[in-house]
């Protein structure tokens, strides 16, 4: 009987190298798929344009000049009231779970929403600007990202 009680010993082992194997195939799958949700919120996020005068700056997807105020502290936002109507918070109704290194917000008690940030600062538009505008630079002491 000795032969067949190492035999299923064997076959026991074998069965539980292959689950811890299985383990870390599906761990590792799991991470890379959160690393690729990371790397497409991100680019969901920002971008990067040029500006001949400015060089590279920080927009939204659609082109629109981000920029941060030299009033804020790190994580609140002191653009309130009719502030925010001239500089309108880049913001978001639902909380971000995914956001690039860097990045992150702060929850607006005026408008109850999600305004994102980077390193901490808080991000606005400026009201005049369109896509591809950098209108608001060096105003009241608002100015661009630069990257």
């Not at 690393?35 to 082109?63: A, F, P, R």
């Not at 030299?70 to 918070?89: E, F, M, R, T, Y």
């Not at 956001?99 to 992150?104: C, M, N, V």
């Given at each position: ?42 680019s ?6 040029y ?87 060096q ?9």
């Amino acid at each position: 009987m000795k032969p067949i009680k190492w035999i299923i010993w064997g076959l026991v082992g074998i069965a539980v190298l292959a689950g811890a194997s299985l383990i870390i195939y599906n761990h590792n799958s799991l991470t890379s798929k959160n690393n690729k949700n990371k790397e497409i919120q991100s680019s969901e996020i920002v971008k990067t344009s040029y500006s001949s005068e400015y060089g590279n700056y920080m927009t939204d997807l659609k082109g629109r000049t981000l920029y941060e105020y030299n009033k804020d502290s790190q994580g609140l936002s002191s653009c309130l009231g009719a502030c925010i109507v001239v500089w309108p918070p880049y913001q978001t109704t639902t909380q971000p779970k995914l956001l690039p290194s860097g990045f992150g917000y702060i929850k607006r008690s005026d408008t109850g929403y999600f305004q994102y940030t980077y390193n901490n600062k808080p991000l606005y538009y400026y009201q005049s600007d369109n896509a591809g505008d950098i209108k608001g630079n060096q105003i009241g002491g608002f100015s661009i990202i630069k990257e």
